[in-house]
């Protein structure tokens, strides 16, 4: 009885977790079509992050401050690339896999999982992990 009951649990949580992927990209269809948004933070990113950039490239060593915004700033605010850090390397290949729906489905799947380790109802846990993915500070953070 226990095998038939872990074996419901698991295909109930690919289910959910299929649902959520399925849920992220339709509600980023507009940019799957090639629609964009012009967003300054990111073009301000672009130009403040060039003089790290640019000195990555001639350098083998990392920089960790930038004279290119505010008089001075710590580059690691910015743009700094730490070696070794396996994370990075998940987070790159997720972000390529799911782009732009990825943060979204990291939004909803870690609060199912938190809601679920909670002890609230799988079903329950994906209705508010999806009202808490959906809203609307977060979709402004993305």
Known sequence: M?????????????LIVSIII???MVYFYPSFTGKTLIQS????YKGMSKEI?????TSEE??????SMFGGMPAYLIS?????NILDIIQTGFKRLFRP???LILYILGFYLLLVTLG???????????????SSYLILII
């Not at 226990?2 to 690919?14: E, F, P």
């Not at 950039?53 to 490239?57: L, V």
């Not at 609230?120 to 959906?134: D, H, M, Q, R």
């Open 2 to 14: 226990k095998n038939n009951l872990t074996n419901y649990d698991t295909r109930v949580n690919i």
């Open 22 to 24: 399925i849920l992220s």
């Open 41 to 44: 933070d990111i073009t301000a």
């Open 53 to 57: 950039r640019d000195f990555n490239k």
């Open 62 to 67: 990392e920089t960790l401050w930038t004279n």
């Open 80 to 84: 700094t690339k730490f070696p070794g």
């Open 101 to 103: 729906a990825a943060m």
């Open 120 to 134: 609230v109802n799988k079903w329950t846990s994906l209705i508010g992990a999806v009202a808490y993915g959906l």
